[in-house]
């Protein structure tokens, strides 16, 4: 079992930039697809952006493409979120998490291993 946990997250104003982290511990991380998922008060947990292992295949949901950035480093077992041009919108709650049978889906559903999560304000 893997074990995740996120950090980076704060209050910016909007159009300003973050980074989030996620590390992995607990087995081998390389082969794993991660996902970053994010979950606003009163919404369901939804999909932002996934990696493979080698970080060939990215995907994002629309509404970040542009903006944000999903990359790893598998030698320090981290995923990364970079996030700019910041929107109130993307005030959330955003985790991180591994996809159970190693595809590429944007899913919930077919994630587990979710960290705690870290916050994300942004401000207008």
């Known amino acids: 079992q893997v074990q995740l946990v996120e950090s980076g997250g704060g209050l910016v104003q909007a159009g300003g930039s973050l980074r989030l982290s996620c590390a992995a511990s607990?087995?081998?991380?390389?082969?794993?697809?991660m996902g970053w998922f994010r979950q606003a008060p009163g919404k369901e947990r939804g999909f932002v952006a996934v990696?493979?292992?080698?970080?060939?295949?990215?995907y994002y949901t629309d509404s970040v493409k542009g903006r944000f950035t999903i990359s790893r480093d598998n030698a320090k077992n981290t995923v990364y979120l970079q996030m700019n041009s910041l929107k109130p919108e993307d005030t959330a709650v955003y985790y991180c998490?591994?996809?159970?049978?190693?595809?590429?889906?944007?899913?919930?559903?077919?994630?587990?291993?979710w960290g705690q999560g870290t916050q994300v304000t942004v401000s207008s």
């Open positions: 607990g087995r081998t991380f390389s082969t794993d697809v």
């Open positions: 990696i493979t292992w080698s970080g060939n295949s990215i």
């Open positions: 998490a591994v996809s159970r049978l190693g595809i590429v889906t944007v899913d919930p559903g077919a994630f587990g291993s």
